[in-house]
């Protein structure tokens, strides 16, 4: 049996040897994390026991000693000067990159990543780590691309893994800067220029289309959810992640303050602990009615003393349904979960003159221009960010 019992934890884990080969080579897997609530499910810690065991499979035969474990985030400094191109495989590269990364990744970000290289760049490449290093091979892979009957996002993503491979070959020390440089060079993305641009599914859903979408449901939760899910300006991973014992009210401020550190997947509805990026572990803010209607939500439900309880128990598809039946009851557009929680608020804060540092704040994003990035730390956005939304949500 791989997933065990820690009896003094009460915590599950993992200890799993993976064949290698027919050598007689074998990999042990060993996770454990008693500070995760999550390992306490044993259906949980045996499905990503599965799920990991497949990725690795694919992985760890080319992974040599030079790296402690495909779960050690730095791999020895002293080993990378040491290394030889041609103990190198395109794949070996590939899985590196990923184990440098991985604790900035998300799982399914990661799983896209997977299925992107091995379909368009390792079959391509036949797993030949100089043809990435070769300008000629790169030239006809890059047509290659540009003659695939896919969209330019899709070609462009294929190529920034490659992009990413290249710039990790270097810190490995297999090409030199100058190399490097030669080979991006090639790489240059493509622009659309005959293509219509899809237009994107996510729209803005105004406050005063939100007051008449409100206004026509009739089941008490569903108008709690659809509220705060509006107000909440997280992706549908984050909002459905949320525990009772995330919540924080500030009684004096009149706001309520929500840690989010994990998301619910997708993936048989199991709760995870990684987010999209190191900018979605947040805390995001309610105000004025909104508290209210939190605190209201909580008794009803008889949660308040249920800290480990999920706060929202629905689904993504489940608040599809109900968001497009609700809009064409209320005579709205529809919207997209995405746009309804993400772009509506951020229109708002935009709207009501919020800084481009606080919505970036509030929202999660990873990056946003430099100047606007420094000229405001993360305290005084947050600070700002709570004023504006104390503008923007009715009152009491």
């Not at 990923?98 to 997977?114: A, C």
């Not at 462009?156 to 020390?173: C, D, G």
């Not at 409100?214 to 997280?234: A, C, E, G, Q």
């Amino acid at each position: 049996m791989s997933v065990i019992l820690n009896k003094k934890t009460n915590h599950y884990y993992i200890d799993k040897r993976i064949k290698l080969d027919d050598n007689g080579n074998y990999y042990h897997l060993f996770i454990s994390d008693n500070d995760n609530l999550n390992f306490e499910d044993k259906d949980y810690v045996i499905n990503l026991e599965e799920t990991l065991t497949k990725v690795l499979v694919k992985r760890i035969n080319d992974i040599d000693k030079l790296s402690s474990s495909l779960f050690s985030s730095n791999i020895n400094k002293k080993k990378i000067k040491a290394l030889n191109i041609s103990s190198f495989t395109l794949e070996k590269l590939y899985s590196f990159y990923i184990d440098s990364r991985k604790d900035e990744l998300s799982i399914s970000y990661i799983y896209n990543l997977d299925r992107l290289f091995y379909h368009h760049i390792y079959n391509y490449f036949a797993n030949d780590i100089e043809r990435i290093y070769s300008l000629e091979e790169l030239t006809l892979f890059r047509n290659y691309i540009g003659s695939l009957n896919v969209t330019t996002h899709l070609k462009n993503q294929i190529l920034s893994i490659v992009i990413k491979l290249i710039e990790y070959s270097r810190k490995l020390h297999l090409i030199n800067s100058e190399d490097k440089d030669d080979l991006l060079l090639i790489l240059t993305k493509y622009k659309s220029k005959v293509e219509i641009k899809k237009k994107s599914r996510n729209r803005y859903t105004s406050k005063e289309e939100l007051t008449k979408l409100i206004k026509v449901i009739d089941n008490f939760n569903d108008k709690v959810m659809l509220t705060l899910l509006y107000y909440s300006s997280l992706r549908i991973g984050e909002f459905l992640g949320i525990k009772v014992k995330d919540i924080t009210f500030d009684n004096r401020k009149n706001i309520a303050l929500i840690n989010i550190s994990r998301q619910k997947l997708q993936i048989n509805g199991r709760l995870t602990s990684r987010l999209k990026t190191s900018s979605s572990y947040k805390t995001i803010i309610y105000t004025n009615s909104n508290v209210k209607l939190l605190k209201e939500y909580l008794e009803v439900n008889k949660l308040i003393n249920d800290p480990e309880a999920i706060l929202f128990d629905y689904t993504n598809g489940g608040i599809r349904k109900k968001l497009k039946r609700y809009s064409l009851k209320a005579n709205i557009p529809y919207n997209t979960i995405h746009g309804f929680s993400r772009k509506s608020i951020n229109t708002e804060l935009y709207n009501a003159g919020a800084s481009s540092k606080s919505r970036k704040t509030l929202l999660g994003q990873s990056s946003d221009f430099i100047n606007e990035n420094n000229y405001i730390d993360d305290k005084k956005a947050l600070e700002e960010a709570t004023k504006i939304l104390k503008k923007i949500t009715p009152n009491d």
